[in-house]
């Protein structure tokens, strides 16, 4: 009793008082005292047994729950536009995925004015967009940069020229546009009403593959993120030309409600996802930092 007491730091008298509560409990007696010490009754190695068992769940349910704490089991839902599907996400995914191998991740593909609708909705725990109208509203950490290119047949006159070229040189042409009301297409749209034009788009599609396999069929031009265009360089017969313009560089931002109503999960999400931004700063400044290699072609839904 005394080694038990000073083990645990506790007086003597402790001892015996928690152990005369259990077998006023129990209704019988857990030790026997003899001159020479004490011994453990057949009840007393029972209860010690479930004992260790008991406080051996509540150290687990400890461990456990301290990995919800920290982000590292549950689930999360997250609504992203085409643009980061297609690009980034595929990869990122699988990275947290090595990291954290206990989350699970419901990935809901959607326009970016949808993105923040399913954000506001609390549909979903985090939103991967373009800057759209109202985005404002939300908590906004940056994710990643891509860059607008035009994909042209390989026999356009356009792609005679090298390098970049301005928006201003497209507007005239026949474009394949995406279907809805894709943050592109208004972007696009915009840009062409400030330039005194209308879009001229022949046919819209569902996918931004879609977009480069039209432009290989000669049904039009078509602009879309340059990494998307360069997946398909070398297998569709196509020409991708970065756009000299400011605006064809874009953010995308992962949004929520706020930080305080993010759940552990979601917010270790977030955490890992905005490192993506980091490194593409790292490498732009000539970092060490390997690039990423491209998501493979898939088909996207609208």
Partial sequence: MARAAEREFIAPSAISRRIADIEAIVGLPLIQRHQRGITVTPVGETVRRYAERILGTIESLGAELSQFHEGARGSVRIAANLSAIVQFLPED?????????????????????????????????????????????????????????????????????????????????????????????????????????????????????????????????AIAPEQVGQLYVGKLDIVVRPLTDEWAHRQLWLVFPSREQLSATASAVVNFLAQGQQGQQGQAHGAPDAPRAPASPRPADG
């Fill in 93 to 221: 995914l699988a990275a947290f995925g090595r990291v954290f191998s206990a989350v699970d991740v419901e990935l809901d593909e959607q326009h970016s004015n949808e993105v923040l609708q399913r954000v506001a909705e609390r549909a979903v725990d985090v939103g991967i967009c373009n800057t759209v109208e109202g985005i404002e509203a939300f908590t906004m950490v940056p994710y990643r940069r891509d860059r607008l290119a035009v994909i042209l047949p390989a026999g356009h006159p356009l792609a005679a020229r090298t390098g970049e070229i301005p928006f201003s040189a497209c507007v005239g042409e026949t474009l394949v546009g995406l279907q809805g009301n894709s943050a592109l297409t208004q972007m696009l749209r915009q840009q062409a009403s400030a330039a005194g034009e209308q879009l001229r788009i022949k046919i819209r599609v569902s996918s931004l593959d879609a977009l480069c396999r039209m432009a290989h069929a000669g049904l039009g031009i």
